[in-house]
């Protein structure tokens, strides 16, 4: 157990908070992506993210045992409440970027809802069998980007170079493993992210090669987000999501 009550709370609180906040960071493309289809197809992958966070946010509502639902959790936390990992909250700087981190995210994220099928938690496996195939379409999209971006023009396969770059720091923290999650892993709740990594290092590294470009050379990795230790870019990120729900809390939509 934990500060927090039943660690499956905090476990869930990470499952949510990773897809709410990258869903988010996906809506700004609205209406501002390069074509019409690409502005659609991100804010599918947005609404696909944004409907798991609501399964697991309710869960972990229903789990805390406190009356707060997916909407409380996701408008009325503050920022260092919030349990995601440092890649999602990201600005996602030019087109190429935001590829960059949805292709190395969802390589990860599709491996894990495949492990978290087998959760003995019978509600957290029931959103992984929906949402690995929704996840499975993300990082096919991503990688068919990154492949036609590294290997197009000079100009777009710099671009996908930096792009990687900027995100790689974050990868470890994507297969980080504490207390918590190892103890719930050896319960068979929660899945062992480190068993992911070589699956996940073969699948990037196949499409890196398909895009003729290098896998980056690791730099010091940049961890914190699991226990609140966030970036500035999130309180920006949540002070435009939790505007209107704060502004107006006894609003019904």
């Known amino acids: 157990m934990t500060a927090l009550g039943d660690p499956r709370f905090e476990y869930l609180l990470r499952l949510g908070d990773d897809a709410l906040v990258l869903g988010q960071r996906l809506s700004e493309w609205c209406g501002h992506a ?21 399964f697991f946010l309710g869960y972990a509502g229903e789990l805390e045992g406190k009356g707060r639902d997916a909407d409380a959790l996701a408008f009325h936390r503050d920022v260092l409440a919030y349990r995601n990992c440092l890649m999602v909250e990201q600005p996602n700087g030019d087109f190429v970027r935001t590829i960059a981190r949805q292709f190395l995210y969802s390589s990860m994220h ?8 087998r959760s003995n938690d019978a509600r957290i496996a029931e959103v992984a069998a929906k949402g690995v195939k929704e996840v499975r379409y993300h990082r096919e999209l991503a990688g068919d980007w990154v492949i036609r971006l590294g290997d197009g023009t000079d100009e777009s396969r710099q671009r996908m170079i930096d792009g990687l770059d900027w995100h790689w720091r974050f990868v470890d923290e994507l297969f980080q493993m504490d207390a918590i999650e190892q103890a719930l892993a050896a319960e068979g ?26 896998m980056p050379e690791l730099p010091r990795a940049t961890v914190g987000g699991r226990v609140g230790h966030h970036s500035e870019h999130l309180g920006h990120l949540l002070a435009v999501m939790q505007h209107l729900p704060r502004s107006y809390p006894d609003a019904r939509w």
Do not use: H, K, M
Request: proline share 4%; charged share 20%; aromatic share 2%.
């Open 189 to 214: 709740v929660a899945a062992d992210r480190s068993t992911l990594r070589p699956a996940f290092d073969a699948g990037v590294a196949a499409v890196l090669n398909d895009a003729t470009l290098e």
């Open 110 to 117: 599709e491996l894990l809802l495949g492990a978290l099928i």
């Open 34 to 54: 390069p074509t019409l289809e690409v502005d659609l197809s991100l804010a599918n992958i947005g609404l696909d993210l944004i409907g798991q966070a609501t």
